[in-house]
């Protein structure tokens, strides 16, 4: 693997490969005080988030620190972007420095295909954190090593993903893994809120958020993007929570196997209320512990080469 850039770029061997890889470096973790390997000793990567971050430029930090990486956040707000440096610039600036991996997050849709364009003679592998409304691999692979480790294999499963799927990158890269690994995606969401190209989607698609929850192993909540609606929001979020938001009477229709998933940050109110977010069905904790071994295992794979693969 040189980049993680897409889960399209991935197949079912590949994705399993790192689900595994992340399973396996926790069980090699658990229950040690001292949480540190040496496997990627006297190598870089560095973190540059154009867009807020919270779970994935931490978990990425702890991630490398835990393997013994060099690990160089970059602040954007401090940094020379502010003086008008392009992010060409900039990538080939980290890459001078001393980068062996890069970690972008960036609110441009294909600013990490890009990056990892300007950075192919450098032999930099450059990982995507989330590009605009496209991408989000890390997220959906530690969705399905969540998943699985509840419901294990997920081939026939059937998931439910409910919200705003237009603006949501979660959405797509989970759409790709999940069908990859097999199992069935139904998307809910407002027909506002809807890309108008879901129709070649390999999903179903629902705007009736009761009468799918029945039916499904799992139900994965989207966070509603507001930063990304330039042109307002509808329905409005009184609609919103009344149609599409899991409060406990809708989690009561769940079948009990089925557990509760959301990337975070959470509306709490809107798309999930409290009793629902912090009830044992609810798996958000574990989505963001999940987080550290899976990219352990991304950095892993990109930057142990031979040995990792
Ligand atoms: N799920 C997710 O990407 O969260 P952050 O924006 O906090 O990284």
């Not at 401090?78 to 990538?91: I, M, N, Q």
């Not at 300007?118 to 692979?141: I, K, M, R, S």
């Not at 958020?209 to 966070?223: E, K, N, P, T």
């Not at 009344?242 to 409060?247: A, C, D, M, Q, S």
Request: glycine share 10%; charged share 20%; proline share 4%.
């Amino acid at each position: 693997m040189r980049h993680l850039l897409s889960i399209a770029d991935l197949d079912a061997q590949a994705a399993n490969a790192l689900l595994d890889t992340a399973d396996r470096l926790e069980q090699t973790l658990l229950g040690r005080q001292v949480r540190k390997l040496p496997t990627l000793r006297g190598r870089t990567v560095v973190t540059v988030f154009y867009e807020n971050s919270t779970r994935t430029r931490v978990s990425f930090e702890i991630a490398g620190k835990w393997m013994s990486a060099d690990v160089i956040n970059v602040s954007i707000g401090a940094s020379s972007v502010g003086k008008g440096e392009s992010l060409r610039d900039t990538a080939l600036t980290l890459a001078a420095a001393g980068a062996d991996c890069v970690v972008v997050r960036h609110p441009a849709s294909g600013a990490a295909h890009r990056l990892a364009r300007w950075l192919a003679d450098t032999g930099v592998a450059v990982v995507n954190a989330g590009d605009g409304t496209h991408e989000h691999p890390t997220q959906a692979l530690l969705d399905a090593q969540t998943l699985r480790q509840r419901l294990g294999d997920l081939a026939g499963r059937r998931v439910a993903v409910v919200g705003d799927v237009l603006h949501s990158r979660v959405a797509r890269s989970n759409v790709l893994l999940l069908t990859l690994l097999g199992a069935r995606v139904v998307l809910v969401a407002p027909p506002t809120l809807l890309p108008s190209g879901v129709g070649s989607w390999p999903v179903e698609v629902s705007h009736d958020l009761d009468a799918v929850l029945g039916g499904v192993d799992a139900v994965m909540m989207l966070r509603v993007q507001a930063e990304r609606m330039h042109g307002g929001f509808f329905p409005t979020a009184r609609e919103y929570a009344v149609g599409y938001g899991l409060n406990q009477r809708r989690l009561d229709l769940l079948p009990e196997h089925a557990p509760v998933l959301h990337p975070g940050p959470m509306l709490r109110g809107m798309e999930i209320g409290s009793t629902v977010a912090d009830s044992e069905r609810a798996l958000v904790t574990d989505q963001v512990r999940n987080g550290v071994h899976l990219r352990m295992a991304v950095l892993y794979h990109l930057l142990a080469g031979e040995e990792a693969e």
